[in-house]
């Protein structure tokens, strides 16, 4: 599949990055302090967040290790477990064809890229025989409908718009009633960055869940939050209050192909066990990639070449 | 009995009985508690040793206000220390060159750069009455020149037109070319969101620096960033000459240390906060507020601002008690040299003094040698507590002692010891006589005066 012929390449631009620094602090043999020490900066600076840092290390700590596991591959792979151990179980592929209509409601803070997401995902689950329909609710940013209506226009996908200014659940409603009707396999609604922290923003977050389920009460199947991997420990406060106004169902990260290397994500999955759907490394419409532990794990530790 | 003094002179007369200073090990201590937080809050771990190492020195040896713990002192000095690293000066656009003023826009995406434009464009045209041209030069996120565009018409501000299939350099030019002819007086050139890694884009950068020739390039970053933060700010600082940064997202609730890491790293004055959706919602920087969010222990600081102030009255009362106790040591006179030379020195102090008009002219005249503080506080550090507690007792060969051990003579050693009695003397005539007594001197005793040159 086209998607998975682009990890190894999108994970190699990323692993480019992830790997500075951990090079030269598994060349040492003990985990001495000093080296413990080079762990907890490396992880820090990755965004993996203090009390998280602390407890790995302190798990690491615990450990006792002969000789032969203390060399430097051995070690490498100490870490790699403490970080499978969280991300495997989280792993989840959405990208598969869906028996009977499938509601993705999509929210996020500004600027995540929760449009451009989109545009991908639709793109993806087209590919896999999908009948895909997109609704425009975020209809207050200037031009975000004119966006996510050229990703669909290029790649075929039926959209479901208003004009800028209309009311989002509306929008949201149409577009699941269309669904409904035609026999669409997947409903996936854009809606507004907003700040988790304002209220009325987060009604009418709330608003848009409500009206939906007038027309199907399981509606929206799957609320997915995006987060942008450059964001540090914000990110926890993120989930955090869009999880009181609607069960998350698991979340993409976007923006893995700069130097960020979305270290919270560990922390997030530690707290929330929020399944990880998938990873954004680009910006052309297949850097859309389902999340492998892994992969991500090796890619964030990888040693840079 | 003091009422009549002025407020500085308070301070600069003032001095604690039993003196607590921060050693290295309470330092130490609290800077662990700090450097948590300042993680906590995303400051680049980098950026986060240097600030902790930087700040160290301030600590140690600082006085601790009473009934505030050592703890709070240090948050109060590293709250200070924030301000300061975060900026302190305002710092404004530079609007001062021949128009048209070329601002050019960057950043990642996502980091608000297209809402950031339109806000500054607005506020240039509101707040400085200032014509602007806004252009979009992104032509790879689909609909992003619209955005601009519909953002220019909802608001009065004037955009380029949008040619579809130009090139962003051949858009610049055709911005230039454009105010040029119409007028304004400012073009800011919005461009793509792109990865700091992404050569390609970034060379695209360097090429619509050489083409525009900024006056000003902005970078337009989140205020929620982690860690990367620091990469970011300084590869894009290597591509282009950066000149200042707006911080978007200011209203969320993240803790901004991303400001701290790139303030520190590229030096760049961050001028504005971009605090809501609202097109006037941009507010010029204030340090004290992303300090307060950074650290996160505001309710500290103002607790230990609030413990000063108080202390100033305790201070006076002190010093009423000690004076009229007719017990002017050394150590009290010590305290005063450091105060004094907080506030500019001797003639500082005197010209501060209540019904000075009289003593003014005979302060100027007397050509105060303002070296001489830091003198007389090594002779007063070269004494015994014993010394300092009872002057009398120091005779030839303890003079001679303190004369070699603050590396000044014993003709300086005798000068101060004259100059304490003399102004012992003051002190007690002051206390005797009540409300008005400086007043009543005749000035300053000449005697006193000739002593201090």
């Known amino acids: 599949m086209q998607i998975f012929k682009k990890i190894s390449e999108g994970l190699k631009k990323t692993s480019k990055n992830f790997g500075n620094g951990i090079n030269d602090i598994f060349k040492k043999s003990k985990p001495s302090n000093e080296i413990l020490q080079d762990l907890g900066d490396f992880m820090i600076s990755s965004d993996i967040g203090l009390p998280l840092t602390e407890k790995i290390i302190q798990n690491i700590k615990n450990k006792k290790f002969s000789d032969e596991e203390l060399n430097q591959k051995n070690f490498l792979e100490i870490l790699t477990n403490e970080m499978l151990e969280i991300l495997e179980p989280v792993e989840e592929n959405i990208f598969n064809k869906s028996n009977g209509l499938k509601t993705i409601l999509v929210c996020g803070v500004n600027g995540t890229g929760k449009t451009t997401t989109i545009g991908k995902l639709c793109k993806i689950l087209k590919d896999n025989n999908s009948k895909v329909i997109v609704g425009a609710a975020d209809t207050f940013r200037a031009a975000a409908i004119e966006q996510l209506d050229n990703w669909c226009q290029k790649n075929s996908i039926d959209i479901e718009k208003s004009d800028p200014g209309a009311d989002p659940a509306a929008v949201a409603f149409k577009t699941l009633e269309k669904a409904k009707l035609n026999n669409y396999d997947y409903c996936i609604i854009d809606t507004a960055g907003r700040l988790h922290n304002k209220k009325n923003l987060m009604d009418e977050f709330s608003k848009i869940i409500r009206v939906m389920k007038k027309i199907d009460e399981n509606a929206p199947e799957k609320t997915i939050i995006v987060l942008d991997a450059t964001t540090g420990q914000n990110a926890l406060n993120q989930i955090e209050e869009f999880n009181k106004i609607s069960k998350l169902s698991g979340l993409i990260m976007t923006k893995l192909d700069g130097t960020a290397k979305g270290g919270v994500l560990l922390s997030i999955t530690e707290k929330y066990k929020l399944p990880i759907y998938a990873i954004g490394v680009g910006e052309q419409v297949d850097d859309l990639q389902p999340f492998v532990a892994k992969d991500f794990v090796k890619a964030f530790l990888a040693k840079n070449n | ?453």
């Open chain 2, 1 to 453: 009995m003091f009422e009549n003094l002025t407020d500085k002179i308070e301070s600069a007369f003032s001095f604690f009985n039993k003196i607590t200073r921060l050693d290295e090990k309470q330092a130490d201590e609290g800077l662990r508690k700090i450097r948590q937080a300042l993680l906590e809050s995303d400051v680049a771990l980098s950026v986060t040793k240097k600030f902790i190492e930087d700040v160290k020195p301030k600590i140690i040896g600082q006085e601790v206000l009473k009934s505030i713990t050592p703890g709070q002192m240090i948050i109060k000095i590293v709250n200070d220390e924030l301000i300061n690293v975060l900026g302190s000066e305002k710092s404004d656009l530079n609007l001062e060159n021949v128009p048209p003023v070329k601002i050019l826009v960057v950043g990642l995406q996502g980091s608000g750069k297209t809402t950031s434009t339109a806000k500054l464009a607005h506020f240039l045209q509101k707040k400085l009455t200032k014509k602007v041209l806004m252009t979009s030069l992104d032509i790879y996120r689909p609909a992003a020149q619209q955005q601009l565009q519909v953002l220019g018409n909802d608001n009065d501000i004037k955009t380029l037109p949008i040619i579809e299939g130009q090139l962003p350099v051949e858009i610049s030019k055709r911005a230039l070319n454009a105010v040029s002819l119409s007028g304004e007086d400012v073009v800011i050139f919005d461009t793509a969101g792109r990865t700091q890694i992404d050569q390609q884009m970034m060379m695209e950068l360097k090429q619509l620096e050489n083409e525009i020739r900024p006056h000003e390039i902005i970078l337009v970053a989140d205020s929620l960033t982690g860690q990367d933060a620091v990469n970011i700010a300084q590869e894009f600082q290597k591509t282009v000459n950066l000149s200042s940064i707006i911080l978007t997202r200011i209203d969320g609730d993240g803790k901004g240390g991303a400001a701290l890491s790139m303030k520190a790293v590229t030096g760049c004055p961050i001028k504005f906060l971009a605090t809501g959706e609202k097109i006037d919602q941009l507010e010029t920087f204030h340090p004290d507020r992303i300090a307060n969010r950074i650290l996160g222990m505001g309710d500290v600081v103002s607790l230990v601002e609030k413990v000063a102030e108080d202390l100033e009255q305790e201070k006076i009362e002190k010093i009423e008690d000690d004076i009229k106790k007719g017990s002017f040591t050394f150590d009290t006179y010590l305290q005063q040299i450091r105060q004094m030379k907080k506030v500019g020195g001797m003639s500082g102090v005197l010209s501060m003094m209540p019904g000075v008009s009289k003593m003014k002219k005979q302060i100027d005249e007397s050509n105060l040698d303002e070296s001489l503080l830091n003198k007389q506080e090594a002779i007063i550090l070269s004494m015994t507590q014993k010394e300092r507690d009872n002057p009398k007792i120091i005779g030839g060969s303890r003079k001679k002692r303190i004369a070699n051990g603050s590396g000044t003579d014993i003709s300086m050693v005798n000068k101060l010891l004259k100059q304490h009695k003399m102004m012992t003397n003051v002190m007690k005539k002051m206390s005797k006589g009540g409300r008005g007594a400086l007043q009543g001197l005749d000035g300053i005793p000449p005697d006193l005066l000739n002593n201090l040159k």
